[in-house]
């Protein structure tokens, strides 16, 4: 019996062996420079790259963080400090289960709200969906995160007359830092590779969505730019469109973006949980 | 002469503005649920108008004629579904056990961290390595050899091309397996250890008292678990577009290609042209949405009675 054990075991790590080992072989073979700072050639030819993606990605995930970043904490807070009754059940409960909504399903939503409205594609509708995305995960984890400060450390506040709302960002949120910045980038992490709703919110681009002029040090540069109303190039979403063209030179490309995306997606969480445990080691 | 130094001091009227903006946020969650339901009920009502009831139950789909029926649709997202519950159960569970009462201490940590980290992998990643590794795979020799030796079924016959049902459910197995075992885990280790040592006691041997002791008392949230994985498997877009071929229809045969609920919206909506077009795909946006609702809601409950009301989580 130990032995079925393992073998499940083994067929389960299969697969994300398979995945990563040859993510990285495929992928290591088809990045290079200008993989990351050009935009991509028209079809048949050979090189390009997908800078516009990442910048577009960057952009977008900057939107939906925006949004959904102080949204999901300030609901975290409610939960944890206001949310011990009939209505803070309600929405523990919707949260969870919004979190279980289908990523087309808000990407849809999305479109009707946004894309229906200016009439047109943007990196703002997709950066709303993804924020729609983010906040129930962030308010649960700000929740459980707030739940571990100590009630102690709340009376020790109030008894030194810090008014409520002082106590709760000062000293619980503070205290809480590093484990609600972590939920946050669970947060991020998953909405970064997420495809499905920018489908038809940020359609994709294949260049620039536009260019600016800058006159700099007595010269003129042309320096590309991405516009928040205007149809923006997504790294999953040009994964995905490369991925099931028939061409072998944008196989190529995908594989290199899935590469670029996991160790973005990697590093960002990884800096972010260094920096926040430097810093509350400093504080403290 | 205390009394009012005081009340200056705590500030009523800023904890009276904080409270209002963080209440503001909570109900904001109420809102976007809000939101949502009205949006897809409001956007799909055309095509509820025009065809009611008979959407669900009709087969063709036609756009260029403007005739719509969502069977295929449903059918493809249950049977995909079902079939990645299949192959995803038996391996989730037996990871989850050997976890919790098998493995040595140390192998604890590095193990459940692999298994989530498949969870953190992006759908179109899943997808992509699909299409160049696990398609080649399933039509080179996995399919040849469910035809031959299962082919009297009628579940595998026709040709062996990779693409189809049977990729997606496959994919899709692989992709659910973090979630119900890492919430299997965390039911079978509130399961309280004097269970086990009693059936140990009692002279069983280790399988019996997995088996007696420990899931049996974790029945309910192993359900709750398997259908939070459901939940995911409804409503997964990106991976099963990429390997199911996408033609609507009824087949038996799992070599044939389908389309799911999901992959439909993924591969038309942007597309769709005229209001009927967009407001049927949009409906079958709303159908899928109330199914993962409830799956979710169900889910959730099974854990809860398990867990009592200690949050389940995907990451823990």
Redesign the interface.
Known sequence: ??G??????I???A??A??FG??VY?GVGSINWAFVTQIPKPVGEAGGGMANAIVGSAFILGIASLIGV??G???G???A???RNR??S??R?????????????????A???VVLYQHH?SALAGGVALS?MM??TI???TE?MLLLVPQALREASYGL?V????T?LSITLRTATSGVITGVM?AF??V?????PL??TA?GNTGWSRYLRLGLFGKTWTVPFVESNQPTAAL?LQ??VY??SPYDEW?RQ??AG?LV??VL?VAAVSAVRYVVRRGTFGSS | MAAPLLRSSTGEVPDQIFKVVITACGLAILGMLVLIVYELTSRSAASWHAFGFKFFAASDWDPPNEVFGAKPFIYGTLVSSLLALIIAVPLAVGVAVFTTEMCPKQLRGPLSFFVELLAAIPSVIYGLWAIFVLVPLLSAYVEPFLSKTLGWTGLFVGPAYGFGMLAAGVILAIMIVPIISSITREVLLVVPQHQREAALALGATRWEMIRMGVLRNARAGIVGAIILGLGRALGETMAVAMVIGNTPQIVASLFASGHTMASVLANEFSEATGDIYTSALIEIGLALFLVTIVVNALARLLVWTVTRGQPARGHA
């Open positions: 019996m130990t079925l054990a393992v073998c499940t075991v067929l389960v790590l697969p994300l398979a995945i040859y993510l495929r102080p949204l904490v300030g609901a807070i409610y939960l400090e206001f949310g209505l803070g309600v929405i409960f919707t949260a969870d289960v919004l979190n279980g909504v289908p990523s087309i399903v808000i990407g849809t939503v479109y009707s709200l594609f729609i906040v129930p308010s649960r984890t459980e007359g008014p409520r709302w002082r709760t669970l992490a998953r970064a590779g997420e495809t499905a489908i038809f359609l999953p994964i995905y991925a099931i196989h995908a594989w899935a995306l996991i997606i």
